[in-house]
């Protein structure tokens, strides 16, 4: 199956600080998404991006299909963004299966 | 649009136990999973349905676990008898079918066992 490696696996910034997040990935995949996990362990779809670039406000997410990686850009963080960031692939099809990856924990401070 | 729904959100039980959650995924969606979340790690898929069929259990421990989805929208998930390492978060999520991938997450039910 596909496997999934995310770094860092731990980030501690200031507020307003920017970052970026990577996810590499070991097969070809028709399905990339960037979750958000919050405190109270909601998975919150930030991202469905299997190729190109997309943004929403302050996230955007690059995923480069050829050469296997996605990246998740955070600019000017907040409080609110601290949780864990998850990556998950998948072949689609009948192995639409998600694999994740072991997240990136994300920890915003004052 | 009304997401996934899960309940119970916490559960506690002993071993030996057994347990059941429920999913109704959002209206539409042909494809139904469920995933098993241990503190500290990713989700992993427990069982995937199309519509009322199994289109993947291979990491279902079928001793102890089962699932269904008789009617092709809601489904639940059992585990008779529970073991202490089974204590996890457990998400159900849901598709609009297998060739359209994006998965939504419902809130999902974290069970401890003790």
């Known amino acids: 199956g596909i496997q999934v490696e995310q770094s860092p696996p731990d980030l501690i910034l200031q507020e307003g600080a920017n970052s970026t997040l990577r996810c590499n990935f070991s097969d070809s995949v028709n399905n990339l998404q960037w979750f958000h996990q919050n405190p109270w362990g909601q998975l919150i779809n930030l991202f469905y991006?299997?190729?190109g670039t997309k943004q929403n406000g302050r996230l955007s997410a690059t995923t480069v299909a050829t050469e296997r990686y996605s990246l998740l850009y955070i600019s000017s963080s907040q409080t609110t963004d601290s949780g864990v960031y998850f990556c998950?692939?998948?072949?689609?099809?009948?192995?639409?299966?998600?694999?994740f990856g072991t997240g990136t924990r994300l920890q915003v401070t004052l | 649009e009304a997401g996934v729904a899960q309940s119970p959100r916490y559960k506690i039980i002993e071993k030996r136990q057994s347990v059941a959650f429920w999913c109704n995924p959002i209206?539409?969606?042909?494809?139904l999973y469920w995933y098993q979340q241990i503190l500290g790690q990713g989700p992993k898929l427990l069982i995937q349905?199309?519509?009322?069929?199994?289109?993947?259990d291979s990491q279902l421990p079928k001793d102890r676990f089962s699932a269904e989805r008789l009617k092709g929208v809601d489904s639940t998930l059992k585990i008779q008898p529970a073991k202490l390492e089974d204590s996890a978060v457990y998400l159900c999520a849901s598709s609009l079918d297998v060739r359209a991938y994006e998965q939504y997450f419902g809130p999902g039910t974290r069970l401890t066992v003790t």
């Open positions: 998950a692939a998948s072949k689609g099809g009948t192995a639409s299966k998600l694999t």
């Open positions: 209206s539409g969606h042909a494809t």
């Open positions: 349905f199309q519509n009322n069929g199994v289109v993947d």
């Open positions: 991006i299997p190729s």
